[in-house]
């Protein structure tokens, strides 16, 4: 199964995917959560802070910058868009890895230029 998921993510992280890549991006978009009550939201924060309550205007501030991002919608309650969230998160996990990749080629040649001076 992990070779499979490995071959998955190469393919995926060819330079000539960036159409499957918005195709996959079209195909999560409609992918959102069921819509959840601002109060429901509000005291489900106040259970992870537990020493101290969150004030009903930072959690509508906070919904405000993340709707503003496209990463939830607040018509009908707070929800998820799932599918711009896994896109967002693909694509950063594309970018690490490519940076991890430079940067195990860095290492590798500073190994090999002090294999040389020594």
Do not use: W
């Not at 992990?2 to 992918?31: Q, V």
């Amino acid at each position: 199964m992990r070779s499979e998921l490995d071959l998955a993510f190469a393919k995926l992280m060819n330079p000539r995917m960036s159409a499957g890549l918005l195709l996959l991006h079209s195909l999560l978009n409609p992918l959102r959560s069921s819509p959840v009550a601002p109060r429901d939201v509000r005291e489900s924060v106040d259970a992870f802070l537990k020493d101290r309550r969150v004030s009903k205007q930072s959690v509508t501030n906070a919904a405000r910058r993340l709707e503003e991002t496209n990463i939830i919608e607040r018509e009908e309650g707070y929800s998820v868009n799932y599918g711009y969230l896994i896109s967002i998160l693909l694509e950063k996990v594309m970018e690490l890895t490519e940076c991890i990749s430079d940067l195990e080629d860095e290492v590798a040649d500073l190994k090999a230029a002090r294999k040389h001076v020594s």
